[in-house]
């Protein structure tokens, strides 16, 4: 099945510095969504994404489907922006099943 | 802006007891879905439902599971006997196939 692979595993960064977070998948896809986990175990939605880019807020996402990635910019980084970041697409032409990276894990220090 | 919604937050089982989390979708959404996380892990996929009736599960998703759509508005997964290892958080997602999934807030299962 697919491969979907999330790096860095772990990052951790000052209050106020920017990051990238990184999703590889192994085949093609036609959706990505990227999620921000926060410290109370919810999934929220940051972004369907199956190609291009957008932009809300201080973050933007870039999807390059083409090369099978996906990258997730966060600018002037906030403590709030803790968690677990994970990306997913889905698999299978029939119901849309995601599958879902290992995920990165932010620490943002004041 | 409409959202998933599932109850409890929390539940706290004795091993071998029979659990129901539910979940309501949103409510013109077509395919439903449930996943579940262990501490630490990735999400992984459980279930998805469509037109009443599964339309995909995964090798997780055992006899000891069901889902249900009793009304509709309410989602329901079940897990007949609870193990130790069934200890998870089990999300509850809607959505129409090849667009986003919206997710629950999910609820966290203790088996003791």
């Known amino acids: 099945g697919i491969q979907v692979e999330q790096s860095p595993p772990d990052l951790i960064l000052q209050e106020g510095a920017n990051s990238t977070l990184r999703c590889n998948f192994s085949?093609?896809?036609?959706?990505l969504q990227w999620f921000h986990q926060n410290p109370w175990g919810q999934l929220i939605n940051l972004f369907y994404?199956?190609?291009g880019t957008k932009q809300n807020g201080r973050l933007s996402a870039t999807t390059v489907a083409t090369e099978r990635y996906s990258l997730l910019y966060i600018s002037s980084s906030q403590t709030t922006d803790s968690g677990v970041y994970f990306c997913a697409v889905p698999r299978s032409s029939n119901t849309g099943k995601l599958i879902f990276g290992q995920g990165t894990t932010l620490q943002v220090k004041p | 802006e409409p959202e998933v919604t599932q109850t409890p937050s929390h539940q706290v089982t004795q091993m071998g007891q029979e659990v129901i989390l539910h979940c309501v979708p949103i409510s013109n959404h077509l395919y439903f879905y449930w996943y579940r996380q262990i501490l630490g892990q990735k999400v992984e996929f459980l279930v998805s439902?469509?037109?009443?009736?599964?339309?995909?599960k995964s090798e997780i998703f055992d006899d000891q599971f069901s889902v249900e759509r009793p009304d509709g508005s309410n989602f329901t997964l079940k897990i007949r006997s609870t193990k130790l290892e069934d200890s998870a958080m089990y999300f509850c997602?809607?959505?129409?196939?090849?667009?986003?999934?919206?997710f629950g807030p999910g609820t966290r299962l203790l088996v003791l």
């Open positions: 994404i199956p190609s």
């Open positions: 439902f469509y037109n009443n009736e599964i339309s995909e």
């Open positions: 997602a809607s959505g129409d196939r090849g667009e986003t999934q919206y």
């Open positions: 085949d093609s896809v036609n959706n």
